[in-house]
């Protein structure tokens, strides 16, 4: 299931056992960075993880790297490109894999299924649907299988209109049970990174667009 009956937790990932909640700053030190750079914190904003994408410069793959205070590597992403209709991976650095995030993009809305090692789909996060947000937070509920149940939600903080229109910088805060599965706790925190590239992806590829049509 997933929660938790005996507190377990992959190595470096032990911190995420005693919190319900975090949250994620991206840290570009501008607009002209060419790759995204995250720290995430828990509620009490005690530091816990840096990831950083690491992009191939002609392949399809973005790779995300989680690492933690110490600088140990604790967490890795392997996700495909925007064209690509591949699962995004998550592992461990021994290779120990803690599931996958399949996206979809339905009726204006981009969802995700949360899958463990097996494929079998564990949670879904329903993203806000067309206009909703505007000017406000953006909502990702996070449901049961059977969408009944909401147990936790990931939302990208609105920074008021000045921040939004001149800054590319994102914060996100993630809630969930406390006693949620380890593993499943960090799929979350995967997702929330998954939803950000993806953003940045298709802002990458508008701005491409634009640039090619002068």
Request: proline share 4%; with cysteine; hydrophobic share 35%.
């Amino acid at each position: 299931g997933i929660m938790a009956r005996v507190p377990i937790a992959p190595p470096g990932l032990e911190n995420l056992l005693q919190v319900n909640g975090l949250f994620v700053k991206e840290t570009r030190n501008s607009m002209f960075q060419s790759h995204c750079t995250y720290d995430l914190f828990d509620i009490n904003g005690q530091f816990l993880y840096h990831a950083d994408e690491q992009r191939e410069c002609c392949g399809p793959r973005i790779d995300c790297r989680v690492t933690n205070a110490q600088g140990y590597n604790v967490l890795n992403l392997l996700v495909p490109s925007e064209c690509c209709t591949c699962d995004t991976k998550v592992s461990t650095p021994s290779g120990e894999l803690l599931g996958y995030i399949i996206k979809e993009w339905t009726s204006f809305t981009l969802s995700f299924d949360i899958l463990d090692p097996l494929g079998l789909v564990c949670l879904k996060v329903k993203g806000p649907g067309w206009g909703e947000g505007f000017m406000s937070d953006l909502h990702y509920k996070v449901l049961s299988t059977d969408k009944a149940t909401q147990i936790g939600v990931i939302t990208r903080v609105w920074r008021g209109l000045s921040k939004e229109m001149f800054s590319s910088k994102e914060n996100y805060t993630i809630n969930f049970p406390m006693d949620l599965h380890v593993s499943i706790k960090a799929m979350l925190m995967a997702c929330t990174l998954l939803i950000d590239l993806l953003i940045e992806e298709r802002r990458r590829h508008e701005r491409s667009q634009a640039a090619s049509q002068h």
